[in-house]
């Protein structure tokens, strides 16, 4: 066979058909061919991690490699026509082994490397060394073809070779003290008659090997080295193919047998099974293998010192980047659609929760990093570790940011589910009587909110991350619904205020009015006996003491009003501090209640009847209630000034809002207090300004206590006195119209 027709040389697409039969990875350009990583995912070598092989052939020119590693490994490599004897394609050709799938290791690619004869081809010796580098850094059986009668010709041709092997060898090894990986060196001698035993061959190979060995100048450093600290020998010898082709075929087929893993004996060095050492692998993953090998090749052609640590972790890097790109792709595929769920959500102010958030975050998580760890894990340990930080924390910036903006929107929808809830059984109770209790409301609620939220918490932790725990969050939304409720309590406090201040109002609304009214009988107190001379030209005692019983109603009314309020604020867990300021209020509104109900007694209309029927009763009465009936002989006059000046003594009195034993007003500040310390500046924002307690209004106790103006008592005494004199006029009119009559 003599055509190449079926390989894939450096620049072909391959396809199927082409690959079929192995791919140039490097040609006669040393162009590194760009198809590699395809041919060994079509053989599914890329799958294998770490469990594949690599064999390359070495020898001179036309001594039957191709022929051996064809009938060896049943790959397709071209072979010098019999008749015509030219020299095949140069360049390195790889193939999967196609032979033995029961008698030999999996995945086992060969490597037939072509034009290896520099004494013939002195301007080849440059490619040769760097095949040479190249195979050795890649492989880890180096098969090495020879005649048998070439066997202890040390001059020849292979001993060139070998000894091109044993310097690249050294060279490449001088920077990779630390795995200094051996290679087996597996001698296969070719055309053995078998006068001469297998084992005197190999005695005498191994002597011109330790002489090559001894003739290479070694680097410093590796002067003591010997050629046992790097290379293994196996020997193996196959009879003529042509004249005995049956011997052949078997002896090959023994051979190919070989080719299993293997390992020392720990008593006599020996190998036991195959020719697979663990310490021979190269271990670069599979996936990595033509990037690696690119590498490696680019580093040997630009005639740079080969660094096999560095070409590892630069694979790593390379890989590391390429496997986490193609983990997160499905992780984008879930978690992307959720990023714009929440956006949008933000956008329009709404509170997004997303249903089942932490099951796939942690699912998403999970598959990615494992995809990761499953592929990257069998790279440079340092560069993978760096790298599977590096990815997690993209995995989690990520999800962080849905994780709290997710309990962000919890947070928000549960404090306004919390309020709605709360105001919601309020408006309940307050239809159903008024009969309810706000702090239970507000502690079911609370629980029922929270137990919501810390199942969404609980939701998105994963027990081995750590910033999964969301306990600060929960904390943070429990103090928020506790600031939500005290404002609640606020307004309930409001709301309890304002039933209590009405309950005042209307109760001081009947009880002034009542106290006002009994002016209306100047004989107020109902004829006590002190009040029997009408003519005493002074207001009654009961009359005297009108502010000191309206104070004392007052007082009464607050006090009940207060013990009212602070029973229910107490049931609905008001602090003190907040209970201490609903009554100081209480008590300012209903002083300004007091004063506003004062104000409309005394209006105009209202005190002036009331005077006129105060004077009446003095007037028209007599001592014992009887009403008098005028005769001209009769003291009208007299009657007439006495009830006159003593409703007129009732003017100042009612002027000013004076306690009879002090002479004095109440001591409102006192009674009002001070401003309670937990007041806030909103408590005060609906307070009527108060003389004598707010100080800085400007208006002091005694004009709060002027009940009527100077002018208006003037006017008052006015409109009174003429009120006063018709009365009197129609009296007298009546006294001479009954003589008349
Ligand atoms: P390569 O250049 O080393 O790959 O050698 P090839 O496999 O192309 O074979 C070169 C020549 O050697 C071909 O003409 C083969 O027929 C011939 N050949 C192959 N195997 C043997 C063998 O075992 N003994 C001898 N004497 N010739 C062989
Ligand atoms: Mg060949």
């Given amino acids: 066979m003599t055509t190449n027709g079926h390989f894939a040389a450096v620049g072909d697409k391959p396809t199927a058909d082409n690959f079929g039969h192995g791919i140039q990875v490097i040609d006669e350009d040393k162009s590194f061919s760009t198809h590699l990583n395809e041919y060994l995912r079509e053989t599914h070598v890329a799958e294998a991690g770490f469990d594949y092989h690599l064999i390359s052939v070495f020898g001179s020119q036309s001594t039957g490699k191709s022929t051996l590693l064809n009938n060896l490994f049943g790959t397709e490599f071209s072979v010098m026509s019999e008749s015509e004897r030219r020299q095949t394609t140069k360049g390195i050709w790889m193939s999967k082994n196609k032979k033995g799938a029961d008698s030999m290791a999996k995945n086992i690619l060969v490597m037939d490397v072509e034009g290896t004869d520099g004494r013939e081809r002195g301007e080849d010796q440059d490619f040769e060394r760097k095949s040479a580098l190249f195979a050795l850094a890649t492989s880890e059986v180096l098969i090495v073809n020879i005649w048998e009668h070439q066997v202890g010709l040390y001059q020849g041709a292979n001993m060139g070779l070998l000894k091109t092997v044993f310097e690249v060898n050294l060279q490449l090894f001088l920077k990779d003290r630390q795995s200094t990986p051996r290679s087996l060196l597996f001698f296969v001698i070719r055309d053995f008659i078998g006068n001469t035993p297998l084992s005197n061959l190999r005695n005498t190979l191994v002597q011109d090997l330790t002489k090559i060995w001894s003739s290479i100048s070694k680097p410093a450093g590796l002067e003591n080295a010997t050629i046992d600290d790097y290379f293994d020998f196996a020997f193996a010898a196959l009879p003529h193919k042509i004249l005995q082709p049956d011997k052949f075929v078997t002896e090959v087929d023994t051979l190919g047998r070989r080719f299993i893993a293997g390992h020392r004996s720990t008593t006599d060095q020996e190998f036991v099974g195959g020719v697979f050492l663990p310490e021979y692998h190269r271990r670069i993953p599979a996936d990595g293998f033509s990037v690696y090998a690119e590498g490696v090749w680019d580093q040997i052609v630009n005639n740079k010192d080969l660094d096999l640590p560095t070409q590892q972790e630069l694979l790593a890097q390379f890989r590391c980047d390429e496997i986490s790109r193609e983990a997160l792709v499905a992780f984008d ?5 959720l990023e714009e769920q929440q956006a949008d959500g933000v956008r329009l102010g709404r509170a997004v929760v997303l249903a089942g958030l932490g099951v796939t975050g942690a699912a998403s998580r999970a598959a990615c990093l494992e995809q990761f760890q499953a592929q990257a894990g069998r790279y440079h340990k340092g560069v993978y570790t760096r790298k599977l930080a590096e990815l997690e924390g993209k995995v989690d910036t990520r999800l962080k940011a849905l994780y709290q ?33 706000f702090a239970d409301i507000v502690e079911t609620e609370k629980a029922k909110t929270l137990e919501s939220f810390k199942t969404e918490a609980q939701g998105l932790a994963i027990p081995e991350v750590a910033w999964t725990n969301f ?34 109002k209307s109760r001081l609304g009947d009880a002034v009015g009542l106290e006002f009214n009994k002016l209306g009988s100047g004989r107020a107190g109902g004829g006590a006996p002190e009040e029997s001379s009408t003519g005493s030209s002074g207001a009654s005692s009961s009359e005297k003491d009108l502010w000191d019983r309206i104070w004392k109603v007052f007082v009464g009314v607050v006090e009940e009003a207060q013990d009212r309020f602070t029973d229910r604020a107490k049931s609905f867990d008001a602090s003190e501090a907040e209970v201490q300021v609903g009554l100081w209020r209480l008590r300012r509104k209903s ?32 001592e014992a209630g009887v009403p008098r ?32 034993a002090t002479i004095a007003p109440p001591d409102l500040p006192v009674w009002i207090g ?9 408590d005060e924002d609906d307070l009527t300004p108060i003389g004598g307690v707010d100080e800085e209004e400007g208006k002091s106790l005694e004009e709060e206590m002027t009940v009527l103006s100077e002018s208006k008592r003037q006017d008052l005494v006015i409109r009174f006195k003429k009120t006063a004199d018709g009365v009197y006029v129609e009296a007298k009119r009546g006294a001479l119209g009954g003589i008349t009559q």
């Fill in 405 to 437: 903006s997710q309990l962000a929107g919890a947070h928000k929808a549960g404090v306004a589910s919390f309020t709605e809830a709360v105001t919601a059984a309020v408006k309940t109770g307050q239809k159903a009587g008024g009969n309810y209790e």
């Fill in 471 to 504: 306990k600060p969050q929960y904390v943070l939304f429990e103090k928020e619904l506790d600031e939500v409720s005290a404002k609640l309590r606020k307004e309930e406090m409001r709301r309890l205020a304002t039933r209590v201040e009405r309950w005042v």
């Fill in 591 to 622: 002083w300004v209640a007091l004063r506003e109900k004062i104000d409309e007694e005394v209006m105009e209309g209202n005190i002036l009847l009331k005077l006129r029927e105060n004077f009446e009763d003095k007037f028209r009465y007599d």
């Fill in 333 to 337: 595929e879930t978690i992307l659609p």
């Fill in 629 to 660: 009936i005028w005769r001209p002989s009769d003291d009208i006059e007299g009657i007439y000034t006495r009830a006159r000046e003593s409703t007129l003594t009732l003017i100042p009195l009612l002027a000013r809002f004076r306690l009879a």
């Fill in 674 to 682: 001070n401003q309670p310390a937990g007041a806030e500046p909103e």
